[in-house]
């Protein structure tokens, strides 16, 4: 295992529909991230599990928006009802287990296009 | 809340320049401060990272940085860059204990060669 993948890489839907996106972090890494980044903005966080807890979730997020991990291991992120205000490129973290912070590493993300 | 603020959105440097990208963040406790960077076309990588202790850290590819706890800054430095150092840059910070990262908007940084 070379990093984080998600999947898929792009989506492009319709204003009204759901999506799912697909995040699988380094093998053996327990604690998991969700960010969103629009252009010209950096990273915003998301969501954050610890093996397949969900222990923070942005106050910003939309009820429309839920995440699971239910083994602890891939991690999902639905978007009911999609808006184009959805728009954005979706990126997972993980990061290993231990004390205090460690390293997030970062996927290559899924850029979703609302029309 | 915390926020961070990177001043420089566009920087356009000839190789063998000096850098220095600014980063400010607002927050009253302990911070984790970060720089991570975005070659084209890769993800999101970990540059360097200040915990506590000697405020100046290095990082990988010759990068440093500098926290100045009175100015709430970390600015991110090299002596002379080259062409493949051009990328996206993105100060972040998190509280202590807290697992998430807060991001400023990002510095996009050309090298010409």
């Known amino acids: 295992d070379t990093g984080v993948s998600q999947d898929p890489r792009h989506k492009i839907t319709k204003r009204g529909q759901n999506v799912t996106f697909r995040c699988d972090p380094i093998?053996?890494?327990?604690?998991l991230y969700w960010y969103r980044q629009t252009l010209g903005q950096g990273p915003e966080f998301l969501t954050y599990?610890?093996?397949?807890?969900?222990?923070?979730k942005s106050r910003l997020l939309s009820d429309r928006f839920s995440a699971e991990r239910p083994k602890g291991s891939f991690s999902t992120l639905e978007i009911q009802r999609t808006e184009q205000g959805d728009s954005a490129m979706y990126l997972c973290?993980?990061?290993?287990?231990?004390?205090?912070?460690?390293?997030?590493?970062f996927g290559p993300g899924t850029r979703l296009t609302v029309t | 809340a915390q926020s961070v603020s990177q001043h420089n959105h566009h920087v356009i440097l000839s190789e063998a320049a000096s850098l220095e990208l600014g980063c400010n963040y607002s927050?009253?406790?302990?911070?984790?401060l970060f720089w991570y960077v975005q070659y084209p076309g890769q993800h999101l990588q970990l540059l360097l990272k200040?915990?506590?202790?000697?405020?100046l850290v290095k990082g990988i590819k010759g990068f440093e940085a500098e926290f100045i706890k009175s100015k709430f800054s970390f600015n991110l430095r090299k002596p002379s860059v080259q062409w493949s150092d051009t990328a996206e840059y993105f100060c972040?910070?998190?509280?202590?204990?807290?697992?998430?990262?807060?991001f400023g908007t990002g510095t996009r940084l050309t090298i010409i060669p």
């Open positions: 599990f610890q093996n397949e807890a969900q222990l923070e």
């Open positions: 200040y915990f506590s202790g000697d405020p």
């Open positions: 927050y009253g406790g302990t911070v984790n």
């Open positions: 973290a993980s990061s290993p287990p231990g004390q205090g912070w460690s390293e997030q590493y």
């Open positions: 093998s053996e890494h327990n604690r």
């Open positions: 972040a910070v998190n509280s202590f204990g807290n697992e998430k990262l807060t």
